[in-house]
């Protein structure tokens, strides 16, 4: 595994809970129809995303950012040192 390789997988779930997490909040009328048990808060007058589109994002959301700590423990930790080749 090349140095540049855990740069760029911590990149991509960084990037993709970025993502996920802009996306969240620009439908956040979305998001709180997916976990409204009553009707105390009065919905918009916009149409909602799918159910399936907000879990989608709501799991890409979770699963990037827990990556990305996983990613940097395991690089704190020296394991990620045996993986690397550091050969030119």
């Not at 129809?33 to 979770?62: C, D, E, K, Q």
């Not at 990037?64 to 996983?70: F, H, K, P, R, T």
């Given at each position: 595994?090349?140095?540049?390789?855990i740069?760029?997988l911590?990149?991509?779930?960084?990037?993709a809970?970025?993502?996920?997490?802009?996306?969240?909040?620009l439908?956040?009328?979305s998001?709180?129809?997916l976990f409204?048990r009553n009707?105390a808060?009065?919905?918009?007058g916009?149409?909602?995303a799918s159910?399936?589109?907000?879990?989608?994002m709501?799991?890409l959301f979770n699963?990037?950012?827990i990556a990305?700590?996983l990613?940097?423990?395991?690089?704190i930790?020296?394991?990620?040192?045996q993986?690397?080749d550091?050969?030119p």
């Amino acid at each position: 595994m090349s140095l540049a390789s855990i740069d760029i997988l911590f990149a991509v779930c960084a990037i993709a809970s970025l993502l996920a997490g802009v996306w969240l909040l620009l439908h956040l009328p979305s998001v709180v129809a997916l976990f409204a048990r009553n009707r105390a808060i009065a919905p918009s007058g916009r149409p909602h995303a799918s159910r399936a589109m907000t879990w989608f994002m709501l799991a890409l959301f979770n699963l990037g950012w827990i990556a990305c700590v996983l990613i940097w423990i395991w690089i704190i930790g020296g394991d990620a040192n045996q993986a690397i080749d550091a050969r030119p």
